[in-house]
């Protein structure tokens, strides 16, 4: 049997069997984010991906500021070895949303400083569009992220380095082909918070004219913070004041 490649999957697993065994029935409620997190050592956001997985399953329903309800119990699933190596199996190549999140921020970070010292005219004017396509999308209410992907794209080319390039695609690539992603986006309506990425932007942008590498690496770790905070704000379903998750100030350089 295939066994979890990623820490959301354990706890899935885990609460699975907890609703196979019987101890939560069809219509009822599981207990709050807060609690499954401090019963199972883990950080909400591990949790909240968790919950994410077992509602793509059709196993749980999240209502947002009312809880997470039981809407069948995955019995067969949980008492069958096959059933539960393809749960796994098909589920094994799609990153959790906060965990994709926190790698870009370690890497896209450091990305941005480097990119300070190598950055040309061109890559400048190629950041412009890509700022200019995000104000046309939001004037436009699109649910168009091609301008956010261009900038960030834009930033890791701007090292002139390939490799660096490639790393950033890729997590790009990994995001857009989410269904964790595209279900987590299910829960948030308002899309205002988007104005703030691209102030945030603009501030990352400010910094690489300036040639400030130091201010482009804590620029974009900001930013990227805020994305992680707005997220798993607006797609919180147990409570508005929302406890600590990952790490949000950087655990490597000390400012």
Excluded at 1 to 14: C, H, T, V, W
Excluded at 228 to 238: E, G, H, P, Y
């Amino acid at each position: 049997m295939n066994s979890p490649k990623r820490l959301y999957q354990e706890i899935g697993i885990a609460l699975k069997k907890r609703i196979s065994s019987g101890e939560f029935s069809i219509g009822q409620k599981l207990p709050p984010e807060r609690e499954i997190a401090h019963i199972m050592n883990v950080s909400r956001a591990v949790v909240r991906e968790a919950l994410i997985m077992l509602e793509l399953q059709e196993i749980v329903n999240v209502r947002k500021g009312s809880g997470v309800y039981v809407t069948r119990i995955p019995s067969d699933e949980i008492n069958s070895q096959g059933d539960q190596a393809d749960d796994i199996e098909n589920e094994d190549n799609d990153v959790g949303p906060f965990e994709s999140l926190q790698a870009r921020q370690l890497l896209e970070s450091r990305i941005a400083e480097f990119a300070a010292t190598q950055i040309t005219k061109n890559d400048i004017d190629k950041l412009r569009q890509a700022l200019e396509m995000e104000r046309l999308n939001l004037e436009n209410n699109s649910k168009d992220y091609d301008g956010d992907e261009m900038f960030h794209m834009a930033i890791a080319d701007a090292t002139q380095n390939s490799v660096l390039s490639g790393m950033v695609h890729d997590l790009w690539v990994q995001r857009n082909n989410s269904p964790m992603w595209r279900q987590l986006h299910l829960h948030i309506n308002n899309e205002d918070y988007r104005k703030v990425w691209l102030k945030d932007h603009e501030k990352i942008l400010a910094s690489l004219q300036r040639r400030d590498a130091a201010g482009a690496r804590d620029s974009m770790w900001q930013h990227l913070e805020n994305v992680k905070q707005t997220l798993f704000s607006l797609s919180d379903i147990d409570h508005p004041d929302f406890d600590g998750y990952l790490f949000s100030t950087n655990p490597v350089i000390s400012y």
